[in-house]
């Protein structure tokens, strides 16, 4: 896999999980009025609290396993397609990452696939009009992959 590419996935899946636990980027909720105000402004937030301190423990683990393994960056009509080896990454730990980002950012659709007869795992982040617009920026994913 391109060296470039690797990178890409490896931020793109290390912001994810920061939104989970942090998320400093500009949709970022912030509480009492101006949280309101933010969420008119983006349809597009996080839930920074989404998860509990246990569950963030095991998210970041999966995330930090998902990015050591890599993934070649797909861009898609509606999205992003992140393709990873069945034999480095299994389809229920990628599962588990999904159930748990889905807690975080719900806006995404999460789309699962196992093909070319079991040896190709690939998840699409898919959403609304604009969603391949907040991926770019926020998690710094190249237009023209």
Sequence with gaps: ????????????LIIALESCGGY??????????????????????CNTKALNPTERARHK??????VAQGARIVETEKGYEFQYSPSTVSLA???EWVAAESKCCPFFGFHIDLENEGTLLCLRLTGEKGVKEFVRAEFHVSATL
């Design 24 to 45: 400093a980027g500009t949709a970022q909720p912030v509480p009492g009025k101006q949280e309101k105000q933010l969420m008119t402004q983006s349809k597009f937030y």
């Design 61 to 66: 683990l999966l995330t930090d396993k998902l």
């Design 93 to 95: 730990e990628l599962a």
């Design 1 to 12: 896999m391109d060296r470039n590419r690797r990178h890409v996935a490896g931020a793109v």
